[in-house]
């Protein structure tokens, strides 16, 4: 048995990386915006974003997946949270029910400022559903117990950023998903893409002066975790150089190709960071290069997650 | 206490595609799209005078540590007692995470359209339900007593099936002497699928 087989897969492509990406953006958007409104100050407008953004791109991510699925009624078995009892080596399992959770604790979170907002109450359906006596009732409980709601959303959150890190992991063939710096590098990167995202609502649709102390923090957390990414980045580069055909393959087809090269590492990453790092020492007379970064930061995520599913080598002895 | 195994000879397997034909007909496999639940790769090795052919067949390995069974969320791949894994076609959903798992390719799918076309083609189709597919061990024959169809049709007896837990048995007998290997362990699947290597004879 003295030959092998190298070989990407075409089973889990762009639709994936799409799974991840909006699973990343949509669960970090909703917990730092939560996180935002507990710790630094109400902000019932980015709580709306954030809820409304986290729930749309779950519900988009899940979408796409479950339009892939061979056999749909299925998926009822892993929408029962009991899956955790029987299946709790799954991180599909998981990471069901974190999305799940996500949007339930993350609407209640933001209904309050719903029911205060009046372009929700005048909504066909849903402004009858906001102002319901239920609804009333529910907003009430929120109220009292407004951060115990607000971490369980929170932590339901930050469990689907990992989540998208740990499934591709879980997956032993491949040396570039089998290490622990997966994980590591997709919460970096979900977390990343949320802030630049945020600020992205915060230089156009979010446009209040009393913001600008938000701009710059969200400004700062993004320039530490892209150049976290960065050095995450550098360590696979390195882990794969050696160690296994499987990783230096991998290697080969990402370091040689030029949409992870300048689209990803430079476009996505190098090229923001450098604008942010100039925004947050400087500042800028315009938004503009910082609604740049943030465009192309949000590019690089969707990049990352497509290369790193397409660059997966494996080793077969036939 | 049973814990079946398969040993596959690769210095008597002659690539004739048996083993193939037998499985798809018993198991009613995807043929028109190249889909089988075990497959013969044919290798030319070697340049000039000294190339060879080298037939491997490939199955699912019935791994003592399935990657696909820890990754399955529904619960769809389980194990039996006797090692052999199984997938309950009804409760798959056909999220293909077994089939990233695999690192022996084992997995592949069977869609909506295959229950149509197996209808036609087959006849009587046993399946209902689109889901994930791969070898079982021929289980169902298994349970009769009977070996897999594979091992029952292979003309030079390279494909045999047996009982590791069994020391009188020439599979367990082959395994326990270090002649039959299994495919890339260090991968930490403890794979149930051995392996005696060609002698890289010319023909």
Same mark, same amino acid.
């Given at each position: 048995m003295d030959t092998m087989t190298y070989t990407t897969q075409n089973i889990w492509t762009w639709w994936i990386a799409v799974y991840l990406f909006f699973g990343g953006l949509g669960a970090a958007t909703l917990t730092i915006t939560f996180l935002t409104d507990m710790y630094c100050r109400p902000h019932r407008k980015l709580v709306l974003w954030g809820a409304i953004s986290g729930v749309v791109l779950l519900a988009a991510s899940s979408a796409v997946l479950f339009g892939h699925l061979l056999h749909h009624t299925a998926v009822i078995y892993v929408l029962n949270p009991l899956v955790l009892f029987y299946k709790p080596d799954a991180w599909i399992a998981w990471g069901t029910q974190f999305i799940l959770w996500m949007m339930v604790w993350g609407t209640l979170y933001a209904l309050p400022y719903m029911r205060e907002t009046p372009a929700f109450l005048r909504l066909p359906l849903v402004g009858k559903l906001i102002g319901s006596r239920l609804a009333g009732w529910l907003v009430g409980c929120c109220m009292k117990h407004r951060r115990v709601v607000g971490w369980l959303a929170a932590v339901n959150g930050i469990g689907t950023a990992v989540y998208t890190g740990l499934l591709i992991q879980s %997956?032993?063939?491949v040396a570039l998903w089998h290490n622990p710096g997966v994980p590591l590098l997709f919460t970096v990167s979900a977390f990343s893409t949320a802030f630049a995202y945020l600020l992205l609502l915060l230089h156009t649709f979010i446009t209040d002066e009393n913001d600008q102390d938000l701009r710059h923090r969200y400004e700062r957390f993004d320039l530490v975790l892209i150049a976290t990414e960065l050095v995450i980045l550098f360590s696979f580069f390195s882990y794969t150089l050696s160690g296994s055909e499987s990783g230096y393959r991998s290697a080969q087809l990402l370091w040689g190709d030029l949409g992870w090269?300048?689209?990803?590492?430079? %476009?996505?990453l190098l090229v923001p960071f450098l604008l942010e790092l100039k925004g947050a020492i400087?500042?800028?007379?315009?938004?503009l290069p910082t609604v740049a970064a943030a465009l192309l930061v949000l590019m690089g995520g969707y990049l990352l997650r497509h290369y790193f599913m397409y660059a997966g080598v494996y080793a077969y002895p036939w | 206490m049973t814990r079946y195994a398969m040993v596959i000879d690769l210095n008597t397997c002659v690539g004739c595609n048996a083993c193939m034909a037998a499985c798809a007909m018993e198991n009613q496999t995807p043929v028109w799209k190249n889909k089988w639940r075990t497959y013969v790769h044919e290798k030319e090795i070697g340049t000039a005078e000294e190339v060879r052919r080298r037939f491997l067949p490939r199955l699912?390995?019935?791994?003592?540590?399935?990657p696909c069974l820890t990754v399955c969320p529904t619960g769809a791949t389980y194990q039996r007692d006797d090692g052999i894994v199984l997938v309950d076609p009804e409760r798959c959903?056909?999220?293909r995470a077994c089939a990233m798992a695999c690192p022996y390719d084992a997995r592949y799918e069977v869609t909506y359209g295959d229950i149509k076309t197996g209808r036609e083609f087959?006849?009587?189709?046993?399946?209902e339900s689109p889901s994930m597919d791969k070898c079982s061990f021929c289980a169902h024959r298994v349970d009769k007593g009977q070996k897999p169809a594979c091992v029952e049709t292979c003309v030079g007896s390279a494909r045999m099936f047996g009982d590791l837990d069994n020391p009188a048995d020439p599979v367990a007998r082959l395994v326990a002497s270090g002649v039959a290997q299994p495919l890339m362990p260090y991968l930490g699947t403890r794979p149930n699928v051995y392996y005696i290597d060609d002698m890289k004879r010319k023909g």
């Open positions: %997956f032993p063939a090269l300048v689209g990803f590492i430079g %476009f996505g400087r500042g800028w007379s315009s938004r | 699912c390995n019935h791994c003592d540590n399935p959903m056909g999220c087959y006849g009587d189709l046993k399946r």
